[in-house]
């Protein structure tokens, strides 16, 4: 009970510590299928810094769905991609084809993998929370879920969707036992998300040289800088990302090791093959 404590007290430093990295150096992040239809509005609106997070050694990643089909994840492995998030569900029901096999192909080649959702703002949120639940089973050392969150529908105001957003986040924390990253895009983010989600960390897609810009009171971690991508072991564009961050920063973010509790039944099957507890038995008999 105690180890189990202390273990739980280490995750939870490391995971304030990961946040307090990213107050002091700036951190500001972000994935879907329908970004290739939203290229626009994932532009630059006319900031003209230069990136500060991103260097030659920052981690490369990319993210699928069934629109690359079959991958090599061999190769993909080969070009130096250290991490992935796949698509697993859209809606409360549907599933990504090609989840399955990237889920353990992205396992089997040592890729640090990821699985997302595709969030559909007027489908019923507990459907969506549901369907991820019953397709995604993580496992310790991966990354945490993802909400993608790309479209509003006319009828649905701003404050509704960010409400069910944030019933959908707090019920994969609560199954998985890791907060899930946001994901979206730059326009997106400004008009409907930047403020409201402060205690979670984004993913942003902005299809330019400058990072993204963000409320200075969220936090990226990636940031998905083209649609267009070329790559090894994939016959199709792909998206490609960065992370603002090393390997040790990106295992902090990840499902921690689960302590599996000793069943009670086994600990007694156990002690009473001791021969103090059978001399004790023999005695009261």
Known sequence: MMFSLLFMVIQKMAYSNLLLLLMFT???SGNSDNAKNTNANARSTGATTKTTLITSSSLKGIDVSKWQKEVDWDQVKGADVSFAFVKATQDDYR???YFGRNWEET?????????????IPAAPVQGQIDLFIS??????GDLPPVLDVEVIEK??????????????LEAITKHYGVKPIIYTNQNFYRRWLQGHFK??????ARYNTIEPEINQEDKWL??????TGKMPGVNAAIDLNFFAGDMNTLNLMCVPERLTPYPEKVIIAELEQLPAVKLLANNID
Do not use: C
């Open 222 to 227: 990636f940031w998905q800088y083209t649609d």
């Open 95 to 97: 599933l990504d084809p």
């Open 155 to 168: 009828h649905t105001s701003g404050a509704e969707m960010r409400k069910n957003m944030h019933i959908w």
């Open 107 to 119: 396992k089997r080649v040592g890729i640090k993998r990821g699985a997302y959702h595709f969030f």
């Open 199 to 204: 205690d979670y960390h984004f993913w942003i």
């Open 26 to 28: 700036g951190g500001s």
């Open 135 to 140: 397709t995604v089973e993580l496992q310790a």
